[in-house]
DNA sequence: ACTCCTTGGGTTTTT
DNA sequence: CCCAAGGAGT
């Protein structure tokens, strides 16, 4: 290791071994190599990886920090605990949270399980789910958690009841008490419980408290701008004692104020902190001037933040270019041919990144880039673990894991089915909180006389099943995960099920499910995974591959956690958020609308706008070389075509730093000037038509093509209905599969498709009386209904 | 009990 | 558009 490698204000940071530390550090400006070499310092300074802790973003970020940190000082880094909050208070909860109540195989609800759950609370209180909307209760009580307000906490809130009666939810603290203490009857704990009962295991259990505050000698913490107030509390506690703290941030790069984050927990480090250190790293090594200088004017138009200068001594470079396209499809069209040219120059695909504010995006970036043979992959989240058919398979292993996991059972319960129906399933449920138990528990003990009306032949069934269950639970701490849910696929009949089934939608489903397995198995052969007993303070490894920790892993994986070798050579896809941390050489930014980025949600108050431009921050400083923008002056958002305007962002950037290039004025799709216009036509009745559509569908490990049934609706009124009234000529753009016209000569019809030749738009229209017509739209004077 | 289909509602970002 | 829930028919 050579501190050579550091600028002044680097290695500063690096070497100041004792007292609190703030590091504001800038986009690119060395943030992760500060942090590697600081942990390697403190490594060579006879520090015990034992006793430093650090906290990341992602999984990911942790696992090359350790890498980097053992190309610095050796293989002893390897017993260092790094991780995100999440994964490494998961952890030290299966060890210690008995002494809150949990058992070391408790299971992690996520988003999905919690709104189940919820919507069945809220039915089972009689509350009206128009009012009580799952994903907004759930949102309205992780903030609560985020801010470690419990539901008894909560119940004497009037200020918080208030606001809830103002959305119609004056019950929602009762919905987050019964929620909470579901939860706990499925020994589960959702997202927000980890780092909430992480605070109560540190606030009631004085041994664990001490004995972990006495081993985080060195406490690190990364992006500390989009920690919560339940996390900075932790960190805080586990600070109390050695005091050598040492956070890395930047204000203008905090983007996940919906999830709790406060930004103020950096503002004010040096409130809780009067001795500390601050350094600013503002040196930025990774992008041309002209990008460094183009961020900068854009945050430049945020009020709150932080007074810094970032410069870069790198090369001009070429300009920031924007280019406005006429729709969706040729967003994508251009930007898939943009980059087939990065890459004929020479570029790698994966330094070339394409970055959206929304999932949905995704689809015609992705159509685009199949089209021209270009290899990519997409970092969705959850895209392969929400699959239905892995949940299912997921759900069994839950169950086995954890007896109590509710949700589990109810998901799985019938399926395969085994005849066990809503009837069966409503008394199983009665039972339950007749004997306080889970469903499980609840079925395991039924006799065929029950007092719940529970017919023998259902009694039977349930009791096999549990017997099933059983067999696999008492397995799993002798036999690892793969060979577990191998037998588990198999004896499920889940394997069957599929296999049975000819349909090809079918078939993905059985290679999703051995997609899984494959993705157990190099979980069982994967031996970097370290885990250091903080229990003991023995400084051991555990090659732990059992089924429980495999459960515990995915369910806490980040989008971008994904094996390196999958994404090799391939550009990539994701959104803003899940770009946090990463670089790239060729960045395209796309959808640089109003309404979609800054997105319509943001408009109501100054700090959303001003957190959607430092998103915008986050986008524009992921690039070292080239960084594109792009818009659609049309696009289809949920169904429905509409006419967008230019993000007021792409303005905010300084001219001298941008080539601009509308082709507004020149395309031959011009709209009326008519500002966020939408058309949905008035018509409502729908034909709903089935029919078969190529797909793309991420696994684990590649993209494929795939069949998969879609439903189209369209919408159309009766044939032989003719109206009289409100027609008038229709614009181009109008013109769209789905819309009736009338035509001089041929009446009424319905628009199939359309396509543009030549810059014309030509639309094929069916005719009620003359059938099948294509019209060159220049010449042909369509009218449309006004509305 | 199960399946298919209609209908309705929502729609940012994620551990 | 996309999903989920409920209804009708088997």
Redesign the pocket.
Known sequence: MNLDDLNIEQRNAVTQMKGPIMIVAGAGSGKTRTLTYRIAHLLQQGVSPYNIIALTF?NKAAKEMKDRIIDLVGVQANALLAG????IFSRILRQEGYKIGYDKNYTIYD?DDSK?LI?DIVKGLNLDD?NY?K?KVLSRISQAKCALFSPMDYENRPDFIAEDEKSNMGMLYKVYQIYQNRLRQSMAMD??DILFNMNILLRDCKDVKEKLQRRFEYILVDEYQDTNYSQYLIVKKLAEYHRNICVVGDDAQSIYS??GANISNILNFNKDYPDATTYKLEQNYRSTKNIINAANSIIAHNENQIPKTIWTANDDGSLLSYKALSSDREEADWVGRKIATDIEAGEVGKEIAILY????QSRAFEDSLRLKNIPYIIYS?TSFYSRKEIKDVLAYLRLVVNHRDDEAFLRII?YP????????MDRLKIASQTMESSLFETAERLTFDNAFNISKR?VQTLIDFCTMINSFTIRIDSVDAYTLGKEIVQRSGIKTELSLMKDTEDKDRLENVEELLVGMQSFVENDEENIVDSLTGEEISIKDKTLDVFLQQIS?M??TDVDENDSEGKVKLM?I??AKGLEFNNVYVVGMEENLFP?A??FATRDDIEEERRLFYVAVTRARKHLYLSSAKMR?R??ELSFTETSRFVGEIDKKYLLSEDTRETSPLRVKEKINFSYTPREKE?T?I?LKKKQPLTTLHHNVLTEKK????INLKPKGVVEEDDWRLADFAEVEPGVKVRHSKFGCGVVVSTEVVDRDKRAVVDFFQFGNKTLILKFAKLEIKEN
């Open positions: 992602t995100t909050f999440h994964s988003d189940k919507a128009k909307r994903g997202f927000d919906f999830r504010r929304t999932n949905s989240g019938n089915a085994r005849g066990i129906g809503a009837t069966t259902a806490l980040t989008s959104t958020h899940a997105s949600m943001s289809f949920n169904g729908r709903t089935t879609t439903t189209t609706t």
